[in-house]
């Protein structure tokens, strides 16, 4: 796993990049087991809706198995112990944006996500946003929100990580109050 330290409104922020592919995956516990964290952030490509996994991992799209994956996540004993915040990044929703444009693109998510009933790209990547956020079992154990992001968009990104900071302060002083 790597790890990189980021320095944002005057506080430093480490973070441990860990691939989402089958050989880094088992990486994941590891991880989660020797370190204390005070967030985890989620990332999915929202662009690959209907495209399929190139490990042969998986019959459905990478949408469905990074829904799979996230699942997990949240649903681990060590995550649910920990209570820390998760942030579910849906990420290259330019992308998205951009394929939502073809009647091709919106023909395919409709006839994936049956139970999809928008119309516009952003009414879709609200649905994703649900879809996912339906995976958590114990609702009383995480707080799970979700953002939608280009990673290229600094300004994007700096509302996340005031969003990620705001989280990581309310849950210290909630640790205090209790």
């Known amino acids: 796993a790597n790890s990189t330290l980021i320095y944002f409104h005057k506080k430093y922020f480490e973070f441990y990049d860990i691939g989402g592919q089958k050989p880094e995956r088992s990486k994941w516990q590891l991880v989660l087991n020797e370190n204390e964290f005070n967030a985890v952030l989620y990332f999915v490509a929202t662009d690959e809706f209907d495209v399929r996994d190139e490990e042969n991992e998986f019959k459905d799209s990478k949408l469905e198995l990074s829904k799979l994956i996230f699942s997990e996540l949240i649903n681990d ?53 649900n879809m996912f956020f339906e995976e958590q079992k114990d609702k009383e154990s995480n707080d799970v929100s979700g953002k939608t992001t280009c990673a290229l968009d600094t300004e994007t990104m700096k509302d996340v990580w005031r969003a990620i900071r705001d989280s990581v302060v309310m849950r210290r002083l909630n640790d205090l109050v209790l």
């Open 77 to 129: 004993s060590t995550i649910q112990r920990s209570k820390v915040p998760i942030v579910l990044m849906l990420n290259r929703c330019d992308l998205f944006r951009s394929r939502w444009q073809e009647k091709s693109s919106i023909k395919s998510f409709k006839e994936l996500y049956g139970g999809f009933n928008g119309e516009s790209a952003d009414d879709a990547l609200d649905f994703v946003l």
